[in-house]
């Protein structure tokens, strides 16, 4: 079947409640009881997947390396993956969270009045129909086309006559889920305990998501998808380019703006470094949507810090290194006080980035100089050779990630050849010489696996900046909120903004579509962003984007460490497979089999 029945909870730990409907009692004992329909849609939140280790994050877009050989993303990336032999398989669990969303929107009155209130009700039916939108959100990028369920279905009903829905008319079916929910909600969540629930903000940001997916070149008259049709013939994503959507885009992002209940988080003492690290460290103001997360230790903290505590397994790649912009907000190509070359020669706690609070912010005697003086941006984002390991609390702790040749309480990564994070030491030669470190807390203790609680966000204010920006540049591109809000991201980041740095490129829609693009790639790096930036604007069949660089990590240090310029040359990686059917990930073909109405993705 395409459907299967309420299944048991997929992820526990990405609620952020932990009760569950008991499958056991008859549906009349359920819907009789606050708890047990309560949990009914706490099931439907327990679908949410936090994306830290699929292939968004995980070495499948230019800004991460996978450096383990066998697993998903380096299937995915050597092209050796089919609807037979499937990746990450949502479509399935997605139809089961809209199922369970269904029917509990079908029964909630029930409950009788005393229990939960009909007003109580009104509001969780809204959190439903949310969660439908946000999964069908989710099949329509990952998948395209979805197949609409517009009733309650029966766990035994055949879906043979259930076809996809064409691209258009699931935007717009999912926009008018969001509005119907946003109406019952309230702009934003303001009590802890309903922090992980959705809000007005939530529904109209995710309506700015889907608008801008309609917009992109990937689904805006894209002619690799002309002979995409149901077997009836129906023609499943538009083929002429409509300039509208990029203004119905615009509009979606505006109103999340206008309504004003979110805000850019800012550190209390205006540290811009603090600001860019400390926002996903608790919930704020920036947040959006974000659910509740208690395995930060083995699903991302552990995963992203370097050996001998970490498994060094989510790489930064040079190709986002060189992204980040200087000290001055400048590409390194156009800052005159930037160099590569040599290292820096002494600490002086006068320079911008020296240490303040425990946090060096570049400037460290014997880092090469192709880390200093880079934008705040960088230093809350990628850990570096020679660069204390953050999630390392005390000197012991910080010790152990030394050398003996190294242990004075700095505890620096050592990622060259014979260093404790090197190719010789752990084996991986396809190491970058980075790991990431946004999303990383730095109270975390890595080498006694200890970490501390934290939100995963979804969706952040930031993005919603973003989004604005880029459609208005493709439908007004001399408009000023462009402007207003690309200096408003860059002064939040401790940089200067686009009207001091690149004014010639105010007004130039092509010039600024490729400056939006790098600052998506930059303010976004490590969210999952990135993949779906390149896939949606048709940017993956660039070899550009599939050329990776690293440092050159399996050359002897000769015993130099941190100080071994050879180090710090960039070289290649094996250019990634690509085939513009990867654009759209297959149906499991087992789905495919059980319906003979229910078309395969092109080149699949």
């Not at 259930?162 to 699931?170: E, V």
């Not at 970058?432 to 939100?455: C, F, H, M, Q, W």
């Amino acid at each position: 079947m395409l459907l299967s029945g309420v299944a048991a909870v997929l992820c526990a730990s990405c609620s952020y409640l932990d009760k569950q409907p008991d499958n056991l009692r008859t549906p009349d004992q359920i819907w009789q009881s606050r708890s047990d329909a309560e949990a009914f849609l706490n099931q439907v939140y327990s679908y949410i997947w936090c994306p830290l280790d699929d292939f968004s994050t995980l070495g499948v877009a230019d800004e991460t390396s996978l450096p383990h050989g066998g697993l998903g993303a380096r299937k995915l990336i050597e092209g050796n993956w089919s609807a037979t032999d499937y990746l990450w398989d949502h479509w399935t669990p997605c139809y089961n969270a809209i199922r369970t969303a269904m029917e509990f929107e079908a029964n909630i009155d029930r409950v009788p009045d005393d229990l939960i209130s009909p007003a109580l009700k009104a509001r969780y039916r809204c959190e439903s129909k949310f969660l439908r939108g946000w999964f069908y959100w989710k099949l329509l990028r990952m998948y395209g086309p979805f197949v609409k369920l517009d009733r309650t279905v029966a766990v035994d009903e055949i879906f043979s006559g259930y076809m996809r829905l064409p691209f258009d008319q699931c935007v717009e079916y999912v926009c008018r889920l969001l509005e119907e929910a946003a109406a019952g909600l309230d702009d934003k969540r303001i009590v802890q305990s309903e922090y992980g629930r959705p809000s007005k903000a939530a529904c109209l940001a995710v309506i700015s998501q889907v608008r801008l997916l309609a917009a992109s070149e990937l689904w805006n008259g894209n002619p690799d998808f002309a002979d995409f049709r149901n077997p009836d013939g129906t023609l499943l994503a538009p083929q002429s380019y409509d300039p509208k959507k990029w203004e119905l885009a615009a509009l979606a992002a505006r109103d999340v703006i206008w309504l004003d209940a979110h805000s850019l988080y800012r550190d209390p003492n205006g540290d811009p470094y603090l600001s860019c690290r400390d926002l996903f460290l608790n919930w704020n103001d920036e947040i959006i949507f974000a659910t509740s997360r208690t395995d930060w230790q083995w699903g991302h903290d552990k995963r992203c810090s370097p050996a001998p505590g970490g498994y060094g397994m989510q790489n930064a790649t040079q190709n986002i290194v060189d992204a980040f912009y200087t000290r001055k907000g400048l590409d390194k190509a156009d800052d005159p006080d930037y160099t590569e070359t040599g290292f820096a020669g002494v600490d002086d706690p006068e320079q911008y980035g020296m240490a303040t609070d425990g946090v060096n912010r570049g400037y460290r005697k014997g880092e090469s100089n192709m880390y200093v003086d880079r934008e705040p941006r960088f230093y809350a984002s990628v850990q570096y050779n020679g660069r204390p390991v953050l999630p390392a609390p005390n000197v012991d702790d910080r010790n152990y990630f030394s050398s003996e040749a190294n242990k004075d309480g700095q505890g620096r990564a050592e990622y060259y050849y014979t260093g404790l994070s090197g190719v010789k030491a752990v084996n991986l030669e396809d190491l970058t010489g980075y790991d990431v470190l946004k999303r990383v807390s730095p109270a975390s203790n890595i080498r006694e696996d200890r970490s501390v609680y934290r939100p995963f966000i979804h969706i952040r204010y930031a993005e919603i900046l973003l989004n604005y920006i880029e459609a208005l540049n493709e439908c007004s591109p001399n408009a000023p909120e462009i402007v207003i809000c690309f200096n408003e991201l860059r002064e939040r980041a401790g940089i200067p903004g686009i009207t001091e740095t690149y004014p010639d490129e105010i007004g130039d829609q092509a010039r600024m579509r490729e400056r939006i693009i790098r600052e998506r790639q930059v303010e976004l790096a490590f969210e999952g962003d990135r993949y779906w930036t390149l896939g949606r604007r048709k940017l993956f069949e660039k070899e550009e984007n599939r050329r990776i660089q690293r440092m050159n990590v399996t050359t002897d240090d000769g015993g130099r460490g941190f100080g071994f310029a050879d180090f710090y040359i960039r070289a290649s990686m094996p250019t990634r497979y690509w085939e513009n059917k990867m654009y759209l990930f297959p149906i499991p073909q087992p789905e495919i089999d059980k319906s003979v109405s229910l078309v395969q993705n092109p080149g699949w």
